[in-house]
């Protein structure tokens, strides 16, 4: 009769009790585990990862741009000595390993400060150069005019070429071309100083000289970076556009 007792079920026995009391326990454990895995050391916290510029997502956030900072005094010099000179190589092939927006920054908020600067003070050299006797002030003016429209310059039209371009097919890079463009502005910075010479004359060579090298830069470069398609048009009106902007930098500062 014994042995008839050891052969029934033990799932109702008190002794199984806390058996499926602790199953339960660890069930549960291993479920909250699961939940607060990232608190622990194989499961880190998810962080934001850094987009590209060239990616939708990446365009609006900061983190995506540090990297085209990372650069030193040496090579910085270097590519603002190529932008002097059109036809001294590929400017694209010099910026592909590392291009960089500190040019574009640099340049551009230099060349407003020069131009709000000189601007006036070509103002108070011409009117000494006459001999009027009209009473010179400080024109504050200058220097929202300069920054919107070097700003303004500098962002919008490489940022036109780049969605043109995306549209024609093209593989283009935005960040690149920030990069030459901002590079192309810095010999404006060098011709506002010789632009203070009180002779017309010489002022208008002086402009058109620089003029033409900037856009021979941005036209020569552009023509190499998207060279074997049908686009000559895009090429002749980045010249031009290069040459308005010294046009206009004469004429509203150093008139």
């Known amino acids: 009769m014994d042995d008839s007792y050891t052969g029934l079920p033990t799932s109702h026995l008190l002794g199984s009790v806390p058996a499926a009391t602790n199953d339960a326990n660890n069930t549960a454990k291993q479920e909250g585990d ?3 895995g990232y608190h622990t050391l194989d499961n880190p916290p998810e962080t ?4 590209p510029a060239n990616n939708w997502r990446g365009v609006f ?21 190529s932008s002097f000179n059109p036809y001294g190589g590929d400017f694209f092939s010099k910026i592909d390993a590392n291009p960089d927006l500190y040019g ?8 407003v400060f020069v131009l709000a600067a000189l601007g006036n003070l070509a103002t108070y050299l011409m009117q000494k150069h006459t001999g009027t006797s009209t009473s010179w002030s400080f024109d504050v003016g200058y220097m929202n005019v300069a920054a919107c429209a070097v700003y303004g310059y500098a962002i919008v039209v490489p940022l036109a070429y ?11 890079s935005l960040i690149r071309f920030w990069c030459m463009w901002g590079y192309s502005l810095s010999i404006f910075i060098i011709s506002s100083f010789l632009l203070l010479i009180p002779v017309e004359a010489l002022r208008w060579l002086i402009i ?7 856009a021979s830069f941005v036209a020569l470069n552009l023509k190499s970076y998207i060279e074997g398609n ?5 090429i002749v009106a980045a010249f031009l556009l290069q040459i308005a902007l010294a046009v ?7 008139a």
């Open 208 to 214: 058109i000289l620089a003029g033409v090298a900037s």
């Open 104 to 111: 574009l920054i640099w340049i551009s908020t230099t060349l």
């Open 162 to 172: 780049y969605f043109f371009l995306q549209y024609m097919g093209s593989n283009a």
């Open 230 to 234: 049908e686009l000559s048009v895009a």
């Open 34 to 36: 699961r939940g607060r």
């Open 48 to 51: 934001f990862e850094e987009q």
């Open 248 to 254: 206009f930098i004469k004429v509203w500062f150093f």
């Open 61 to 81: 956030s900061i983190s995506s741009y540090t990297q085209y900072f990372n650069v030193d005094t040496d090579v910085v010099i270097f590519r603002l000595i």
